[in-house]
């Protein structure tokens, strides 16, 4: 019995060594998890269940605990390489078949879809409409529009400036009234960029002429553009009003803050239709700047470049200049995640022990951070597993030197005449 308490030694002491060559031979894998061996005491049982003198006969293999602690990130210069500050996991699916990882080494496929570099596998996330709304359970495919941005005509446009409080009151009746090509006819312009919806570029001019103490009129004109009103510009002017203080008024119910200019493109595009926010006006007696100057439309773009934020929201970027949310990564957690079976190539599947698998977004509750441009290294600590091997080596000798000195106790035993 002794041989075979001591076999149990060795097999244990060799599956401890095993579990330790394992974790050295990963620790450079991306996304690697250390494994522990843990074992049981084993005891010989009888009808009436373990006596109290019972000796024990060895040691089992009770199970290899995975160890699920934070790995250190190791920054790269790619922007879907993705590295996991926290809880949880990619959950990658392909055929239907779902696996989790913490490898964040990604790619685009043909298709556009961000797949893992190791297996082909697809991404999972929630989609985002045209307003940049996440919709979707987090389950579904993310796929980068590579095919380009369409054009976007202008619908708004947001001016803010202050006009001189000092400047001189023009007058707009008869022969001395506003003209865009007369400088003399207006106190200041400023030329903002809108976009018709083929996506071509118009520059569209604001002139303003101070009619009275407090009282401005606004003239557009847009580049190539015949308007309706006068000299060309877009309708009538719009008329501006501010208080004693240089801020902006209404006038019962009148809206001065918020001009609507509109006027027919031909060329096979749409009809120019414009709102024009001016409720950042002021007017100080300082000189005549311009403070904000931005509108909503954008040319045609083709595809350029991504990058993914720390709350894993894709964001594609174009040659136009433009930007927009297209997809948010998910990541999955698990009440039990050292209950999860491993699945080969740095990957886990859902047991029943694990736990329903929990879908969220990166940096809320128990979800970490996504970090772009960055991999998570293999949580194995080479100095640690060394000195496990020494002890197992150790474990394993001295099983061994039991073996041998049961061996000469036979022996001797057997010389007994």
């Known amino acids: 019995m002794s ?3 001591a076999v149990t030694g060795i097999n244990s002491a060799s599956k401890d060594l095993e579990t330790t060559s394992n ?6 894998t991306t996304g690697f998890k250390r494994s522990r061996a843990e074992f049981d005491s084993i005891l010989a049982m009888n009808q009436m269940g373990i006596s109290g003198n019972a000796v024990g006969q060895g040691a089992q293999l009770a199970n290899v605990g995975q160890m699920f602690s934070q790995g250190s990130l190791e920054f790269t210069e790619r922007s879907l390489d993705l590295g996991i500050q926290g809880g949880g996991f990619f959950r990658l699916e392909d055929g239907g078949e779902v696996t989790y990882t913490r490898a964040g080494q990604f790619q685009v496929d043909d298709n556009g879809y961000i797949v893992s570099s190791k297996n082909g596998k697809q991404l999972t996330g929630f989609q985002m409409d045209a307003e940049g709304n996440r919709v979707g359970d987090g389950r579904q495919a993310l796929k980068l529009p590579t095919d380009g941005m369409q054009a976007q005509a202008t619908k708004s446009v947001e001016l803010g ?3 001189s409080a000092d400047a001189k009151v023009l007058n707009q009746d008869g022969e001395g009234g506003f003209d865009p090509g007369n400088p003399d006819t207006y106190n200041h312009s400023t030329t903002t960029t809108v976009y018709d919806s083929q996506g071509k570029a118009r520059n569209a001019t604001h002139y303003f002429v101070k009619t009275g103490d407090n009282t401005w009129q606004v003239h557009t004109k847009v580049e190539g553009v015949e308007g309706q009103g006068e000299n060309g510009t877009l309708g ?5 009003q501010f208080d004693k203080a240089g801020n902006l008024i209404d006038d019962e119910g009148t809206p001065y803050k918020e001009g ?12 120019l239709d414009i709102t024009v926010d001016f409720s950042d006006m002021t007017q ?6 311009v403070n904000k100057a931005s509108q909503d439309g954008h040319a045609a773009g083709e595809f350029q470049s991504v990058n993914i934020q720390g709350d894993g929201k894709i964001i594609a970027r174009y040659n136009n200049g433009e930007s927009q949310a297209v997809g948010q990564v998910a990541l999955t957690n698990f009440r039990a995640e050292r209950e999860l079976e491993k699945a080969g190539e740095t990957g886990w599947k859902a047991t029943q022990a694990a ?22 290294q293999s949580n194995v600590e080479t100095s640690e597993e060394l000195v496990d091997m020494i002890t197992a080596q150790r474990n394993f000798s001295a099983n061994a030197r039991m073996i041998k000195a049961q061996d000469q106790m036979t022996q001797e035993v057997l010389n007994i005449r």
Do not use: K
Not at 260 to 271: I, M, N, R
Not at 284 to 289: I, Q, V
């Open 3 to 5: 041989f075979e308490t």
């Open 23 to 28: 974790n050295l031979a990963n620790a450079g």
């Open 161 to 163: 400036a202050n006009l």
């Open 236 to 240: 009538d002017p719009h008329e501006l």
């Open 260 to 271: 609507t200019y509109q006027a027919a493109l031909g060329d096979g595009v749409e009809d």
């Open 284 to 289: 100080f007696a300082r000189p005549f700047s």
């Open 355 to 376: 736990g329903d698998p929990l879908i969220g977004t990166p940096d809320q509750g128990q979800f970490g951070t996504i970090e772009s441009g960055a991999l998570e």
